[in-house]
């Protein structure tokens, strides 16, 4: 009997061996398919603030009330800067669309693998459709152009279609130590 039972646990872990190596290696490529946060986070602090002039943060993002007073989503963060001062690419990537209408103003849209990024109220535009630019790279000039009571970069990113807040992206980015050198006020 004493015999037996090692031959009898040897040849069930014969059987489960093959199955647990299965789920193992399962699970890691699970694990490495999900954007874990921390992940995001050591990505996010290689970021450029694309405001070089910062005056302050007029709105964040979230639910707030509208121009009609009607509740709204304010997709983007709302910062501050002189008219006329750069606007640089928070990430390097394509431009991906040209905006001009009543709430975007002049504004642009940059794609970096599965995030999206816009940015609106512009004055002038540097770059053109089709075109790659580099992160920290001047994209246009702070303007008054769409929906807007004065001059601010209305900065806005998705995340395979998803909206983000871009407080969560800043904050990566001081913990990191990666800001642009003139982050801040
Ligand atoms: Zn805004």
Redesign the pocket.
């Known amino acids: 009997m004493a015999l037996f039972m090692p031959l009898v646990c040897s040849e069930t872990w014969r059987k489960i061996f093959p199955l647990r190596w299965l789920a193992a290696i399962t699970a890691f490529s699970l694990l490495s398919l999900m954007p874990s946060k921390a992940g995001a986070e050591s990505r996010w602090s290689q970021g450029v603030f694309p405001i070089v002039q910062f005056q302050g943060y007029t709105?964040h993002f979230g639910p707030r009330a509208g121009f009609s007073g009607a509740g709204e989503l304010?997709t983007?963060?709302?910062i501050a800067a002189p008219l006329g001062s750069p606007v640089l690419s928070w990430w390097s990537g394509e431009v991906v669309e040209m905006i001009n209408d009543r709430a975007c103003g002049l504004g642009l849209v940059m794609a970096s693998g599965d995030y999206a990024h816009i940015y609106?109220h512009l004055q002038k535009r540097f770059v053109a459709l089709g075109q790659r630019v580099l992160g920290g790279q001047r994209l246009g000039s702070v303007g008054v152009t769409g929906r807007t009571s004065g001059p601010?970069l209305?900065w806005?990113i998705r995340y395979r279609g998803q909206w983000l807040n871009p407080d969560d992206i800043l904050r990566a980015m001081v913990k990191h130590k990666k800001t642009a050198r003139s982050f801040g006020p």
Do not use: T, V
Request: charged share 10%; aromatic share 0%.
């Open positions: 709105s304010h983007g963060l709302d609106c601010h209305h806005g």
